[in-house]
């Protein structure tokens, strides 16, 4: 194993680390992909975040073979078909965080309360249909939820967040929670005024540089 290889599988523990650090996850229901070689790299199922080490991440070609001393997250199927259906991916971070499953849970979307939602790439989050966990009809769901999006709920189950590399990725997951937040909190007084699709469309363009830039990361 190469050290790009190490570092490439050290950084998605970091990044499972860091979604129970910021709180967007529990226990290991989360799972962290990156695109890398003729494949991605994830995270396995069901291990504990903290016994981690680089070899226990599992390699998945994009034909589905593995290679890995453990399985992988139940949940690869949609990791892999979304970066095969979107080339500019190169990381996927799935977690239940307790905002984005509550709204998922009641099947909504995340309307454009708040221009933020802008940086998921549309004017609201959708909520993709229920289906059992690591189904291909979920994959399915899910791929076309993210549809010209960055970010999307699944019901009863949880949030996606894709990006350029792991760090973007990160970084549109909490801010999805927060906007999941912010939603939640207005529902309790009514339903919120909607910013309008050509609001959002402006804002689009005003922050087409806006939030984390890409930081030397390997693909």
């Known amino acids: 194993m190469t050290v790009s290889d190490?570092?490439?599988r050290q950084a998605i523990i970091d990044a499972c680390l860091e979604m129970n650090a910021l709180g967007i996850n529990q226990g290991t229901s989360g799972n962290v992909s990156r695109r890398h070689g003729e494949g991605m790299l994830i995270s396995?199922?069901?291990?504990?975040?903290?016994?981690?080490v680089p070899e226990d991440i599992v390699f998945m070609a994009w034909d589905g073979e593995v290679d890995g001393r453990?399985?992988?997250s139940s949940e690869?199927?949609?990791?892999?078909?979304?970066?095969?259906?979107?080339?500019?991916?190169n990381a996927v971070v799935h977690a239940h965080p307790t905002y984005c499953?509550?709204?998922?849970?009641?099947?909504?979307?995340?309307?454009?309360?708040h221009y933020m939602v802008a940086v998921a790439g549309g004017s609201d989050i959708r909520c993709a249909p229920y289906a059992t966990f690591g189904?291909?009809?979920?994959?399915?769901?899910a791929v076309e939820a993210l549809r010209d999006r960055k970010a999307c709920l699944l019901a009863q189950h949880g949030m996606i967040a894709v990006g350029s590399n792991l760090s973007q990725a990160m970084w549109l997951a909490v801010e999805v929670e927060t906007l999941a937040r912010q939603y939640h909190g207005c529902l309790q007084l009514g339903?919120?005024?909607?910013?309008?699709?050509?609001?959002?469309?402006?804002?689009i363009k005003r922050m087409a540089s806006y939030g984390l830039r890409d930081k030397e990361e390997a693909a």
Not at 76 to 89: G, N, Q
Not at 101 to 113: E, S
């Open 6 to 8: 190490l570092e490439a």
């Open 44 to 52: 396995p199922t069901s291990t504990p975040y903290e016994t981690l």
């Open 70 to 72: 453990l399985p992988p």
């Open 76 to 89: 690869w199927r949609f990791h892999l078909d979304i970066m095969k259906a979107r080339p500019e991916v």
């Open 101 to 113: 499953t509550t709204i998922a849970i009641m099947g909504r979307k995340i309307p454009a309360i």
């Open 135 to 141: 189904t291909a009809e979920l994959s399915a769901y």
């Open 191 to 203: 339903e919120p005024p909607i910013l309008s699709e050509e609001e959002i469309e402006n804002v």
